[in-house]
């Protein structure tokens, strides 16, 4: 994590930045030992000079379920082959998802590079295992995702963290619907 001072990305006076231990149980609802399931915003970078620093600001556009893997530090999100998520990571590699916290009290982004996996060719190929183990939504009858990602073509996005961050707003801040600063 990155120091507390002001200079240090621009934080206001009372918020608290999350340990990384924070952000990382934060970024999702606990699902197992090491692994989260979460809903967040996802914004796609042509290279990681381009992102900057997560500043804060309200959050727009449609949310995203992902799967958050703490120890291994990947976001996974599944998506068809043709669809708008995969031509956008094609040609702007780099991620960040971020999630607002309960009730606006903190928010968490994670950043890095986006991996695309190879299309699902066959039901309860690679790509099907991966979604059944590791994404909440995917849950309930094996054959039918199975049969699902095929049809779909199914890739997954692997987003690799490389940074994780988040912020804590002013206790004082609380009780107000949204934070000053947005």
């Not at 708008?84 to 990571?89: A, D, S, Y």
């Not at 060719?121 to 994404?135: I, T």
Request: charged share 35%; glycine share 10%.
């Amino acid at each position: 994590m990155e120091s507390n001072d002001a200079d240090a990305g621009g934080f206001r006076d009372g918020a608290r930045l999350l340990t990384e231990e924070e952000a990382c149980q934060w970024f999702g609802f606990r699902r197992g030992f090491d692994l989260y399931d979460g809903m967040g915003h996802l914004f796609a970078y042509a290279d990681p000079d381009e992102m900057g620093r997560f500043p804060g600001h309200a959050l727009w556009g449609r949310l995203t379920s992902y799967s958050w893997d703490a120890r291994d530090r990947i976001v996974r999100l599944l998506a068809d082959q043709d669809g708008e998520l995969v031509r956008r990571f094609q040609a702007k590699p780099w991620a960040r998802m971020v999630k607002g916290g309960e009730e606006n009290r903190f928010w968490v982004a994670a950043d890095g590079h986006v991996e695309i996996s190879e299309p699902c060719r066959e039901p309860g190929d690679e790509v099907g295992q991966e979604a059944w183990k590791y994404l909440w939504f995917s849950k309930g009858d094996q054959e039918e995702l199975f049969r699902r990602t095929a049809e779909r073509q199914s890739v997954m996005l692997r987003l690799r963290v490389t940074r994780l961050y988040g912020e804590m707003r002013p206790k004082d801040e609380w009780e107000e619907p949204e934070p000053r600063y947005w």
